[in-house]
Structures are given as structure tokens and as C-alpha cells.
Nanobody, 125 residues
Framework: QVQLVESGGGSVQTGGSLRLSCAAS????????MGWFRQAPGKEREFVAA????????YYADSVKGRFTISRDNAKRTVYLQMNSLKPEETAVYYC??????????????????WGQGTQVTVSS
């Protein structure tokens, strides 16, 4: 069992930055693929970024490449999402998720077994 708790959300102006954190419980954190998704009102949840368990390689949605960076600290059982140059259309609830290795596409929410409660990010113009 893994429990995830996000933090770091808030309100920023267009072009601003935020750093989200996701703290995980459980001893097997280092073996999980970790992902960030977001969901805006009236829209489906969408993939933002993911980071592999062993290699630490990051994967991103095209819309955030070059502006967002995902990272992890296995010793602290924490994954981060640094978000720069934020846009109003990126206003959403951001969710942290954990996937056991060997699942389906990391870009799909169905691949993830555990989810946090979400943290609100609001970008004003």
C-alpha cells in the first residue's frame, strides 16, 4: 500500500513558477514509476509528466516540455514537479500517482495504482 500526499499548489500569475511535491509512504517507493496528472474543471484528467523508478528518466506531455521538470528523491520518498512559465490554461488540480513497474503506458491514468488527493494550481492572467 502506498499513500501519496501532494503539496505546493497555489495561485500565481502568468509566467510564474510553482514547485509541487508529493510525499509517499511505504518502503517500495523507489520501485514505483511516479507520475503527475492534472484535471481542469469540466475536462478529463490528463498526463503531465512521469519519472522512471531506476533510471530516473523523465517523460512529459508535449504541452509542458521545456517548462516543467519532474524529479525524485528516493531517500526522501518524494517526487517533485517544477513548473515554470505557467499559463492560465494550466489551472487545474494536480495529482500525484504511483505505478508498479510492468503496467500499461505511463501516459495513461489506468497504469497508476495509487493516487494522491490533489493540489490546486491557479494561474491568473
Amino acid at each position: 500500500q502506498v499513500q501519496l500526499v501532494e503539496s505546493g499548489g497555489g495561485s500565481v500569475q502568468t509566467g510564474g513558477s510553482l514547485r509541487l511535491s508529493c510525499a509517499a509512504s511505504g518502503r517500495t517507493f523507489s520501485s514505483f514509476i511516479m507520475g503527475w496528472f492534472r484535471q481542469a474543471p469540466g475536462k478529463e484528467r490528463e498526463f503531465v509528466a512521469a519519472i522512471m523508478a531506476k533510471s530516473g528518466d523523465g517523460y512529459y506531455a508535449d504541452s509542458v516540455k521545456g517548462r516543467f521538470t519532474i524529479s525524485r528523491d528516493n531517500a526522501k520518498r518524494t517526487v517533485y514537479l517544477q513548473m515554470n512559465s505557467l499559463k492560465p490554461e494550466e489551472t487545474a488540480v494536480y495529482y500525484c500517482a504511483a505505478a508498479a513497474p510492468g503496467g500499461t503506458s505511463i501516459y495513461s491514468s489506468s497504469a497508476y495504482d495509487y493516487w494522491g488527493q490533489g493540489t490546486q494550481v491557479t494561474v491568473s492572467s
